[in-house]
């Protein structure tokens, strides 16, 4: 080998050599990129535990509550675990309705004429509707209230936004926990008679906070709207903005207790597949012919079925080189029940003890009483939200009438202490019903809130519950108490 060819030949070893290197370090930068691709897609299911920590590890980003929102969506529409823990707590805190009355005529007027206007019975003040309101805030955690208030008369109608609609709430920069402002973006969707088509369009507004006391009238630009939002949240810390969804915590292990049934079922089914075993003599030939006399002429493609299987109670008859004897699947280690640890954890996170989702067997008399108590407390603290919540929205209801020049309730606003503003009922000492005068002339601080009532056990009943709302000042005005009396007999 002359020294050219030598040299030629190191050069082209040296080269190959930097080749197979930089297709290794590719291969690498192809594998590493693969990983993060892989990353990014389970990245797209966690998309609120991303920003988790972006936003100070206090809250979700509305991208990823909307996620968490849609899931539970679903969950409830689908899966029969989810949709009996929520359907469960609906039924135990509104199952035979509220009842709303005030005592004083007056204030009774307005709040039935509240509760039976029909705008108002659809979002609000009927059961079927309360009833949607239970089951939105398990799912949801957030209801905003939007009240639309005639300025003459003072008459309110309520409604709701979706949630999803709701991208910030703007709270006091000194106080971030008084919220002022809620921005909506949302997609408006007209229908076009001419054409017959949908026309949209994406809009944005502000709505002050129903506590607000002096709005703004513009935001960059953009008029403020006029109705306002009273927001009911659950299931959140006092320094988070929205609440997450009740069943969060249970969705995913309801998931897995689906995906082992299906699982079960599968091996179950492979089970099924073979129900017979026949050994014959003869080889592959005495096998072939076994096949033939037990198979169906329809497996053969004839167009007539010849040699159908045998009816229920057949005697099988055969020489001594033929035996036929069931498939034993006697032993099988895998059973349903052991997917019970799986539902548990979906008792855990609904609060729902695990005899409701269909097994009796598990829950007796003394299981009952001492395991039911956590259930029945949390159902008597969703019944209590709730009579907070008409308690505020029918004192709001009452504070408007006073405020409109056309009202029916006479009053006065006045502040407090605080530079807050109040409503103060006027005087009815001239009142027909000589009951009605004398309790106008006691003495009642504004805003109080009184509640009595028993609540017997899951295995009895619920028992009347009577919650008192009075409004008053410290002159003698009217009282008026607004009673609201839920029976709940289930059993």
């Known amino acids: 080998m002359s020294i050219f060819q030598e040299a030629a030949k190191r050069i082209l070893s040296d080269d190959l050599t930097k080749m197979q290197e930089s297709i290794g370090q590719r291969d690498e930068s192809l594998e590493f990129l693969q990983e993060r691709l892989a990353e990014l897609e389970l990245a797209l299911e966690d998309t609120g535990w991303m920003r988790l920590s972006a936003e100070g590890d206090r809250e979700f980003s509305r991208e990823g509550l909307r996620k968490i929102n849609q899931i539970s969506r679903l969950y409830w529409l689908k899966n029969p675990l989810i949709k009996r823990a929520v359907l469960t707590q609906t039924q135990y805190v509104f199952g035979q309705g509220v009842n709303i009355e005030a005592e004083h005529s007056l204030v009774n007027e307005v709040v039935q004429e509240f509760l039976d206007d029909h705008k108002n019975r659809a979002e609000l003040t009927e059961h079927q509707s309360r009833m949607i309101k239970e089951t939105e805030l398990q799912l949801f955690a957030n209801i905003f209230f939007v009240f639309f208030v005639n300025r003459s008369t003072g008459r309110v109608r309520i409604r709701t936004i979706p949630m999803d609609e709701i991208t910030d709430v703007i709270t ?13 973006d949302w997609t408006e969707r ?56 009740e069943i969060y ?50 497996g053969t493609g004839t167009g007539a079925e010849t040699n159908p299987p045998p009816i229920s109670a057949s005697t099988f008859i055969g020489t001594d080189g033929a035996k036929l004897e069931p498939i034993k699947t006697q032993g099988a280690t895998t059973k349903a029940e052991d997917g019970r640890r799986l539902l548990l954890m979906v008792s855990a996170a609904t609060g729902i003890y695990e005899h409701y989702f269909g097994d009796p067997s598990t829950g007796n008399l003394a299981t009952a009483k001492s395991m039911e108590r956590p259930m029945e407390l949390m159902f008597r603290d969703r019944q209590q939200l709730w ?33 807050e503003e109040y409503v103060e009922l006027a005087k009815d000492t001239e009142n027909e019903d000589p009951e009605l005068r ?7 601080q504004a805003g109080n809130c009184f509640f009595t009532g028993s609540f017997h056990s899951l295995a009895g009943c619920f028992s009347d519950r009577l919650f008192n709302y009075c409004q008053g000042s410290k002159e003698h005005l009217i009282e008026y108490r607004v009673h609201i009396v839920r029976r709940n007999r289930l059993f």
């Open 249 to 298: 915590a249970a969705c995913d292990w309801a998931r897995a207790y689906k995906e082992f049934l299906e699982n079960w079922a599968t091996i179950v089914k492979a089970y099924s597949r073979f129900a017979w075993q026949l050994v014959t003599k003869g080889g592959k030939k005495g096998v072939a012919s076994a096949k033939e006399k037990l198979q169906s002429t329809f």
């Open 190 to 245: 007209k229908f076009d008679t001419s054409t017959g088509q949908y026309v949209t369009r994406p809009r944005t507004a502000f709505y002050p906070d129903w506590k607000h006391p002096q709005p703004d009238k513009y935001i960059a630009g953009q008029k403020v709207e006029e109705a306002v939002i009273y927001h009911v949240a659950v299931n959140k810390l006092s320094d988070m903005k929205f609440g997450v969804s």
């Open 438 to 444: 004398v309790k106008s002339n006691i003495h009642r």
């Open 387 to 419: 009579s907070s919540i008409l308690c505020e929205i029918l004192q709001f209801v009452i504070e408007q009438s006073v405020r409109a020049p056309r009202g029916k309730l006479p009053g006065q606003i006045l502040r407090n202490e605080y530079g």
């Open 172 to 184: 006091d920069p000194d106080d971030a926990k008084t919220p002022l402002y809620y921005r909506r």
